[in-house]
Nanobody
Framework: QVQLVESGGGLVQPGGSLELSCAAS?????????VAWHRQASGKERELVAQ???????NYKDSVKGRFAISRDNLKMTVHLQMSSLKPEDTAVYYC?????????WGQGIQVTVSS
């Protein structure tokens, strides 16, 4: 059974940094999947934050460009999101996602709160 487990969330002050990690397991061909981080703030719809394809192509939400960086380690089956210059509006539950064609896996989500 495929599982995606996020870690690294928590409370950080505005302007601070945080790194989220996602560990995948379950024996699927992780290296061929597009991996991504999505987030959902309270009362808002879930949105794509950063995406990394199997060939290395990256895509970022405009508001996080230059502040967030997504990376992956195919051998360890992990996905990372390095977040810097965090703002209160980055506060949300962050979800790890892996997809390929019509197959989609989600993590359970982890809270990130940016507040002084």
């Amino acid at each position: 059974q495929v599982q995606l487990v996020e870690s690294g969330g928590g409370l950080v002050q505005p302007g601070g940094s945080l790194e989220l990690s996602c560990a995948a397991s379950g024996g699927f061909a992780f290296e061929w999947y597009t991996v991504a981080w999505h987030r959902q703030a309270s009362g808002k719809e879930r949105e794509l934050v950063a995406q990394l394809g199997p060939t290395g192509d990256r895509n970022y939400k405009d508001s996080v460009k230059g502040r967030f960086a997504i990376s992956r380690d195919n051998l360890k089956m992990t996905v990372h999101l390095q977040m810097s210059s965090l703002k209160p509006e980055d506060t949300a539950v962050y979800y790890c996602h892996a997809s390929s064609h019509d197959i989609s896996y989600w993590g359970q989500g982890i809270q990130v709160t940016v507040s002084s």
